[in-house]
């Protein structure tokens, strides 16, 4: 089968064969295109015509490759190389158009067609024949590009290629559609983070994919967060605080607290956290296309009440009838809930209690209490001092039980206030003016005084005293009484004691004073007839030692 020009043909046939391959007539072989540039594992057509004078008659046709003269030119459809590859479209005529299917690297060859007709020796080369050139894919693209910037992805083959297909592009084996820019080249403009992967090209109606080029972008960093834990923090804790960025290449991590440089490192750990640690914590990432801050966490330290304390609105003096309000300041985290306690015993809650219509009697201590779930906390106790004019203001007696005539008699002047009232003035009823001033007075003549206590609140009169000098049998008796009981009462007690005086007087012949100013003493004297008793009872209500003159 193996056709040959083996044997050395006679000269005119030599000449003949070499003449006619250019310039003989109607001998010739025309391939179009004669150089083909093929992409691997896809298929070849090599177009070809072949003409011959008329007369001959084709007896066989093959396809060789790179023929050398004077050497044998194997058919290549006997190759096991190509004899499954290989197909013969063309025909005995003048068409030897030839297929080969799933062409690689080592099928670069010339290829020619050579043909043999029924006359003598005639056999034809068609030299030069089809360059066979095939070649691969290779993504061309830069290593790294930065966000922003535009880049230019090259499909490159190593030679032009014949078939004009269109070009198609991967990244991460997913097709692109769009910014295709010109045939064999993919533009990405102001590349994105999401630009980055592996491309890879290939040719429209073929299987043949490129090895993938990875293209990284790189950014400044973004997305930098600080994350806590744990997430409730209570005093004494350790805590450990994460930075955590997107960059490329990755990033340097540094710690600010309140602005102050603290540490570097992706994990900033505090152990035994204080509340001294509530202050603002950052992180700053940074790498070689820029730098960002995160946003500020404010470690939320918890801790228990501490600082309680009472503190009572307005400042200075509280006055009787006034409205006081008390507010419980206190530390803490979470906030507290406050309680409030009058002694020991619980009258509200909330930071704020307030007393409308303040009594002297609301001066207890008060105190409140801080609580929140991890701990609770009791305020010093505050006693509210309430301040009050002069009240209860009484006149009481001292002095000599036994007084001569010129002798005086100490009038004391008493009185519920606060603060104490220290300014007393003294008068005798009917006289506008004041006779005397001090907490106690003497009273040399009879008469009916009372006294007024002074504190800075105000004043209060107490009821009057009737101080009374008696003449009578070479002795001066004073009767002291209280005008409460009226008037009435009075004379009749002072008739009473009286009585008495001059009944124990006979034989004593003592001077002696009575005192009464006790509205409850006359009130026992109403009911005591018995004039001995009577006596004994006004002693023992106002003990005083009788004193002999
Ligand atoms: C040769 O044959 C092929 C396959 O049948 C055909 O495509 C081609 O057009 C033919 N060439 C000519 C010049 O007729
Ligand atoms: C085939 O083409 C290639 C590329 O153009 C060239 O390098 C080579 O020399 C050619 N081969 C022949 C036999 O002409
Ligand atoms: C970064 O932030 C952007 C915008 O806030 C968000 O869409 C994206 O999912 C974030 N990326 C990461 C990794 O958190
Ligand atoms: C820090 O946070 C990142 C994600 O935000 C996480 O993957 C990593 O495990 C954390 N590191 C530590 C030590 O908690
Ligand atoms: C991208 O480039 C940066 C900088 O050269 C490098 O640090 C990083 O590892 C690269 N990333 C990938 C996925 O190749
Ligand atoms: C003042 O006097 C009234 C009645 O006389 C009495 O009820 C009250 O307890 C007295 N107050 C004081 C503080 O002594
Ligand atoms: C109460 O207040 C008054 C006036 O401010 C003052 O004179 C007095 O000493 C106070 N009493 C006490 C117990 O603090
Ligand atoms: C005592 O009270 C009287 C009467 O209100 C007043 O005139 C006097 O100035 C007061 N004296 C003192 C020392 O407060
Ligand atoms: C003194 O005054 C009282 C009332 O304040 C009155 O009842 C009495 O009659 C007066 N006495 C004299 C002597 O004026
Ligand atoms: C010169 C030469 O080779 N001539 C040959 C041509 O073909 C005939 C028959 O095939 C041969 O006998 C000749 O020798």
Redesign the pocket.
């Known amino acids: 089968m193996v056709m040959s020009v083996r044997m050395a043909p006679p000269l005119p046939v030599i000449f003949l064969l070499m003449i006619h391959n250019v310039f003989s007539e109607g001998w010739g072989v025309s391939y179009s295109p004669s150089h083909i540039c093929s992409l691997k594992t896809s298929s070849v057509i090599m177009s070809c015509t072949y003409t011959y004078p008329t007369g001959h008659k084709i007896e066989k046709v093959f396809w060789t490759k790179n023929p050398v003269k004077g050497k044998e030119t194997p058919d290549l459809s006997v190759d096991p190389e190509y004899s499954q590859r290989l197909q013969y479209l063309g025909d005995k005529q003048q068409n030897c158009t030839i297929r080969l299917s799933h062409v690689t690297q080592k099928d670069q060859h010339m290829y020619c067609f050579r043909f043999i007709t029924d006359k003598p020796n005639a056999t034809w080369l068609g030299e030069p024949g089809v360059n066979l050139t095939v070649t691969d894919l290779q993504v061309e693209a830069p290593e790294r590009v930065t966000e922003g910037h535009n880049v230019r992805l090259t499909c490159k083959s190593s030679c032009t290629l014949t078939d004009r297909a269109t070009f198609i592009w991967y990244r991460n084996s997913q097709q692109l559609t769009e910014r295709r820019d010109r045939n064999n080249q993919l533009l990405l403009q102001s590349v994105r983070r999401e630009d980055a992967g592996r491309y890879s090209c290939a040719l429209h109606g073929h299987t043949y994919i490129s090895p993938a080029a990875q293209l990284n972008v790189t950014y400044p960093p973004k997305n930098v967060s600080v ?1 806590i ?1 744990p997430s409730v923090i209570l005093e004494g804790d350790s805590v ?1 605080l ?1 930075c ?1 960025s997107d960059s490329n290449p990755p990033a340097e991590i540094s710690w600010f607290k309140g602005g102050m440089f603290v540490g570097s490192g ?2 900033y750990s505090i152990s035994k956290i204080s509340s001294d640690h509530s202050e603002e914590y950052k992180c700053r990432s940074s790498n070689e296309h820029g730098e960002k801050y995160s946003d500020a966490v404010m470690l939320n330290v918890m801790y228990a009440p501490r600082n309680v304390v009472v503190s009572i609105s307005g400042s200075g003096v509280i006055l009787e009838g006034d409205s006081v309000t008390l507010i419980c300041s206190s530390d803490s985290n979470p906030p507290a809930e406050i309680s409030w306690f009058k002694g020991r015993m619980f009258v509200g809650s909330g930071g704020i209690y307030s007393i409308s219509n303040i009594r002297s009697d609301h001066s207890e201590e008060y105190k409140c209490k801080s609580k929140n779930k991890h701990g609770e906390k009791y305020s010093v106790a505050v006693t509210l001092n309430v301040t009050y004019p002069p009240r209860n203001v009484s006149v009481s007696i001292t002095g000599s039980g036994v007084i001569v005539e010129g002798d005086s008699v100490t009038l004391i002047c008493s009185s519920d206030s606060n603060p104490p009232a220290l300014n007393f003035s003294w008068f005798k009823e009917n006289q506008s003016s004041a006779v005397g001033s001090g907490q106690s007075f003497s009273a040399l003549q009879s008469g009916r005084f009372y006294c007024e206590a002074h504190n800075q609140h105000g004043s209060q009169r107490s009821d009057a005293v009737t101080v009374t000098v008696h003449h009578g049998a070479g002795r001066n008796m004073i009767v002291i009484a209280a005008t409460s009981g009226g008037l009435f009462i009075t004379i009749i007690i002072i008739i009473i004691i009286w009585f008495i005086m001059k009944q124990r007087c006979v034989k004593t012949e003592d001077n002696r004073v009575k005192q009464i100013s006790d509205p409850d003493t006359y009130t026992a004297l109403e009911l005591k007839s018995t004039t001995s008793d009577l006596y004994d009872t006004l002693t023992t209500v106002r003990p005083r030692p009788p004193e002999d003159s």
Do not use: A, E, W
């Open positions: 994350s834990s450990t994460n955590s992706r994990i």
